[in-house]
């Protein structure tokens, strides 16, 4: 049947990918748009349209996926991998920044997250401040995106007392009533009637408010469609910051809009909360802070503690924030390395296509492996090698179309996919690492989209035969939300990056480990849109990687911690939703810890380095064992080593030839190890 589902609105914004930049070409009057009250920098992006029905029509329909039930009304999709996805699937904490959240029998419980860090960990727990009572005897999700929430409270019967609205980065909670309905507030508040809140008090070391209607004695009397908002204030807050977070409370945040755009430097997301009525509040994380950013009002009303640092508050309903820009990129370039370096490279690269195993047929192994031999096919004719990666090539694209055959499942258990109905994903039948429960979906399609699009960058036939990778790109990267799909599964345009958990069922809230992982998924996703001429999905691609670039760099490779001291360690290896750690989930070697954060070492993670002090990468290298020669992700600490100078590169080269076989992991070789740093110049 005829593929290339992602087709382009009109007027598409073209994307022209010129040394390592994206330019975007846009029209007069997108740029006459973005200089007009418009959202700043680049102009919004012409966002693709997606036939998902065609899309899951073409693998077969199979209940394979194991998820708890999740609390959603009808016509709302299984929200996985959001920060909310633990009170879908359950009845865990989670964690809206500033605020925690918790349902409970009767309503819900509000918290504060007070961040205390200890030599390996920075947790930030959800302790209720606030308990609310309405009297519900259940809850359900009755509308979602990937930043806001809203919960409906029911009765015993099943009829609807009222919503609780939440959003990241909001400040506020508020729940309006859908019949009159009292709501009773423990916690200590007090009644204020001459101040913009109807009661307020000192709670567990923060000052919270409510603004509503009315409040005596503890209890809030509601009519339909009246709003009761709470909220917690910023230490110190001045008379600006009480009267914004007021307003906010009066007004539910209703849904968040996401639109993004790219230019040669910058990628820009922009959240718009769309509330009801009126005025809103959003707090910006350190990623928005970082480098570059667009002028902003409203903003420097205090300051939220959270395990990730400080939250600056701002009175406003549009958060826009830049990224550097990180365009997708294939192989180490390496026409510039020296004929020594050249020999070296076409040595190792002969020895590791020998080396090949035969690939494994679980989701992430599967693709990992077929990740590396692409690579190491495209370095090889890059380096004039043909002959010695022609049956690699074959070998690799033979089982690209294996895995992409649209009715493989039908035939065999393994490399394949179908598309589960109801948790509304594509899911591989040869699961690992929890897949089967839409973990990690991004890292294993990752590797697949990678390594279709190094292969099919200049073999349009084979491009043909895996139309069902468009599938797989439509899992995890939806631009907008349909009935079979929701809108960005794995990506949180609020937090900068994704979520791994499917269910998240963590009194931490949802995590992501291997933040370079979550890089190489956009970078795999941009290196097939380009492959396949689909332009628009190649600029969301690139929003993807270089958002997601600078949040791993911010929260995970090199995170600013002067505010946490108690905290010992260079990196931080698993973020949390109310915690940091210094650890993973399955090694505690010290290579492990900074290893996962650079695999596979591509030229993406090239990115790493931007903007970072190159003693804090030193530093990270030999807190993880500077020789390279640990058994477990060596190369990638060496790789990882080179980014900081001339000098560090050096070393990491003479390293990279001597250290063992088993210090090279299985998703990269010494030959692409060594052309990454050969690259560098």
Same mark, same amino acid.
């Given at each position: 049947?005829?593929?290339?589902?992602?087709?382009?609105?009109?007027?598409? !914004?073209?994307?022209?990918?010129?040394?390592?930049?994206?330019?975007?070409?846009?029209?007069?009057?997108?740029?006459?748009?973005?200089?007009?009250?418009?959202?700043?920098?680049?102009?919004?992006?012409?966002?693709?349209?997606?036939?998902?029905?065609?899309?899951?029509?073409?693998?077969?329909?199979?209940?394979?996926?194991?998820?708890?039930?999740?609390?959603?009304?009808?016509?709302?999709?299984?929200?996985?991998?959001?920060?909310?996805?633990?009170?879908?699937?359950?009845?865990?904490?989670?964690?809206?920044?500033?605020?925690?959240?918790?349902?409970?029998?009767?309503?819900?419980?509000?918290?504060?997250?007070?961040?205390?860090?200890?030599?390996?960990?920075?947790?930030?727990?959800?302790?209720?401040?606030?308990?609310?009572?309405?009297?519900?005897?259940?809850?359900?999700?009755?509308?979602?995106?990937?930043?806001?929430?809203?919960?409906?409270?029911?009765?015993?019967?099943?009829?609807?007392?009222?919503?609780?609205?939440?959003?990241?980065?909001?400040?506020?909670?508020?729940?309006?009533?859908?019949?009159?309905?009292?709501?009773?507030?423990?916690?200590?508040?007090?009644?204020?009637?001459?101040?913009?809140?109807?009661?307020?008090?000192?709670?567990?070391?923060?000052?919270?408010?409510?603004?509503?209607?009315?409040?005596?004695?503890?209890?809030?009397?509601?009519?339909?469609?009246?709003?009761?908002?709470?909220?917690?204030?910023?230490?110190?807050?001045?008379?600006?910051?009480?009267?914004?977070?007021?307003?906010?409370?009066?007004?539910?945040?209703?849904?968040?809009?996401?639109?993004?755009?790219?230019?040669?430097?910058?990628?820009?997301?922009?959240?718009?909360?769309?509330?009801?009525?009126?005025?809103? !509040?959003?707090?910006?994380?350190?990623?928005?802070?970082?480098?570059?950013?667009?002028?902003?009002?409203?903003?420097?009303?205090?300051?939220?503690?959270?395990?990730?640092?400080?939250?600056?508050?701002?009175?406003?309903?549009?958060?826009?924030?830049?990224?550097?820009?990180? !365009?997708?990129?294939?192989?180490?370039?390496?026409?510039?390395?020296?004929?020594?370096?050249?020999?070296?490279?076409?040595?190792?690269?002969?020895?590791?296509?020998?080396?090949?195993?035969?690939?494994?047929?679980?989701?992430?192994?599967?693709?990992?492996?077929?990740?590396?031999?692409?690579?190491?096919?495209?370095?090889?004719?890059?380096?004039?090698?043909?002959?010695?990666?022609?049956?690699?090539?074959?070998?690799?694209?033979?089982?690209?179309?294996?895995?992409?055959?649209?009715?493989?499942?039908?035939?065999?258990?393994?490399?394949?996919?179908?598309?589960?109905?109801?948790?509304?994903?594509?899911?591989?039948?040869?699961?690992?690492?929890?897949?089967?429960?839409?973990?990690?979906?991004?890292?294993?399609?990752?590797?697949?989209?990678?390594?279709?699009?190094?292969?099919?960058?200049?073999?349009?036939?084979?491009?043909?035969?895996?139309?069902?990778?468009?599938?797989?790109?439509?899992?995890?990267?939806?631009?907008?939300?349909?009935?079979?799909?929701?809108?960005?599964?794995?990506?949180?345009?609020?937090?900068?990056?994704?979520? !791994?958990?499917?269910?998240?069922?963590?009194?931490?809230?949802?995590?992501?480990?291997?933040?370079?992982?979550?890089?190489?998924?956009?970078?795999?996703?941009?290196?097939?849109?380009?492959?396949?001429?689909?332009?628009?999905?190649?600029?969301?691609?690139?929003?993807?990687?270089?958002?997601?670039?600078?949040?791993?760099?911010?929260?995970?490779?090199?995170?600013?911690?002067?505010?946490?001291?108690?905290?010992?360690?260079?990196?931080?290896?698993?973020?949390?939703?109310?915690?940091?750690?210094?650890?993973?989930?399955?090694?505690?070697?010290?290579?492990?810890?900074?290893?996962?954060?650079?695999?596979?070492?591509?030229?993406?993670?090239?990115?790493?380095?931007?903007?970072?002090?190159?003693?804090?990468?030193?530093?990270?290298?030999?807190?993880?064992?500077?020789?390279?020669?640990?058994?477990?992700?060596?190369?990638?600490?060496?790789?990882?080593?080179?980014?900081?100078?001339?000098?560090?590169?050096?070393?990491?080269?003479?390293?990279?030839?001597?250290?063992?076989?088993?210090?090279?992991?299985?998703?990269?070789?010494?030959?692409?190890?060594?052309?990454?740093?050969?690259?560098?110049?």
């Amino acid at each position: 049947m005829t593929r290339r589902w992602w087709l382009v609105l009109a007027l598409v !914004a073209l994307v022209a990918v010129v040394t390592g930049g994206v330019a975007a070409l846009v029209s007069d009057r997108d740029r006459a748009a973005a200089t007009s009250g418009g959202a700043p920098g680049p102009p919004d992006a012409r966002v693709p349209a997606l036939d998902t029905a065609a899309l899951v029509a073409d693998v077969p329909a199979r209940d394979v996926a194991r998820l708890p039930t999740a609390r959603v009304a009808d016509g709302v999709l299984p929200q996985t991998n959001r920060w909310y996805s633990g009170l879908v699937f359950g009845d865990e904490p989670v964690f809206a920044q500033p605020l925690s959240f918790q349902l409970t029998d009767a309503g819900f419980t509000l918290g504060l997250p007070k961040p205390v860090a200890t030599e390996k960990t920075i947790a930030g727990p959800h302790v209720p401040a606030l308990t609310v009572d309405v009297g519900a005897a259940s809850a359900v999700v009755s509308a979602a995106d990937p930043v806001a929430v809203t919960i409906d409270l029911l009765d015993e019967a099943g009829e609807v007392l009222g919503h609780v609205a939440l959003a990241e980065g909001s400040p506020v909670v508020t729940f309006t009533a859908a019949r009159d309905v009292t709501v009773r507030t423990d916690g200590g508040l007090t009644a204020t009637p001459d101040g913009p809140a109807a009661a307020q008090g000192d709670v567990a070391g923060a000052v919270w408010a409510l603004a509503a209607p009315g409040f005596d004695a503890g209890a809030t009397t509601l009519a339909r469609g009246e709003v009761a908002g709470w909220y917690a204030l910023p230490d110190g807050a001045s008379a600006a910051a009480q009267d914004a977070l007021a307003a906010a409370a009066r007004h539910p945040v209703e849904s968040v809009d996401v639109t993004y755009g790219v230019d040669d430097e910058h990628a820009r997301t922009t959240l718009t909360y769309r509330t009801r009525g009126g005025a809103g !509040a959003y707090v910006l994380s350190p990623h928005h802070r970082a480098g570059d950013q667009p002028a902003r009002t409203g903003c420097g009303l205090g300051e939220y503690a959270s395990v990730g640092g400080p939250l600056e508050l701002c009175a406003g309903s549009v958060l826009s924030a830049y990224a550097p820009t990180v !365009a997708p990129a294939g192989v180490p370039d390496v026409r510039g390395a020296s004929d020594e370096q050249r020999s070296a490279i076409l040595a190792a690269l002969e020895q590791d296509v020998a080396a090949t195993p035969a690939f494994p047929s679980d989701t992430y192994f599967g693709g990992k492996a077929l990740f590396r031999a692409a690579t190491l096919v495209v370095l090889g004719e890059q380096l004039g090698a043909d002959d010695v990666v022609a049956d690699l090539r074959a070998t690799t694209a033979d089982a690209l179309r294996e895995w992409a055959q649209s009715d493989g499942c039908t035939q065999r258990d393994a490399r394949c996919f179908v598309y589960d109905p109801t948790a509304r994903a594509a899911v591989g039948l040869q699961a690992s690492f929890g897949s089967d429960e839409l973990n990690d979906h991004h890292f294993h399609h990752g590797y697949l989209l990678a390594a279709a699009g190094l292969l099919a960058a200049d073999d349009p036939a084979l491009a043909d035969d895996l139309g069902v990778l468009d599938l797989l790109a439509a899992d995890v990267a939806n631009p907008t939300a349909s009935d079979e799909l929701p809108q960005l599964r794995s990506f949180d345009p609020y937090a900068g990056h994704s979520w !791994a958990s499917g269910p998240s069922q963590f009194a931490d809230g949802n995590n992501q480990e291997s933040s370079s992982e979550a890089v190489n998924a956009w970078n795999g996703l941009g290196l097939w849109a380009r492959a396949t001429g689909q332009d628009a999905l190649l600029v969301e691609a690139t929003w993807l990687a270089s958002t997601e670039s600078l949040a791993a760099r911010t929260y995970w490779t090199a995170p600013d911690l002067a505010w946490a001291p108690g905290f010992t360690h260079q990196v931080v290896s698993l973020v949390w939703g109310g915690k940091r750690d210094y650890a993973t989930w399955f090694s505690p070697e010290p290579a492990a810890i900074l290893g996962i954060q650079l695999i596979p070492m591509g030229p993406a993670q090239r990115a790493l380095a931007t903007d970072v002090d190159p003693q804090r990468i030193r530093a990270a290298v030999d807190e993880g064992g500077a020789d390279g020669t640990a058994t477990t992700f060596g190369g990638y600490l060496l790789a990882y080593l080179a980014l900081a100078g001339p000098d560090d590169a050096a070393t990491a080269w003479e390293r990279l030839r001597a250290v063992p076989d088993d210090a090279i992991d299985d998703g990269t070789s010494r030959a692409a190890l060594l052309a990454f740093v050969a690259a560098l110049g």
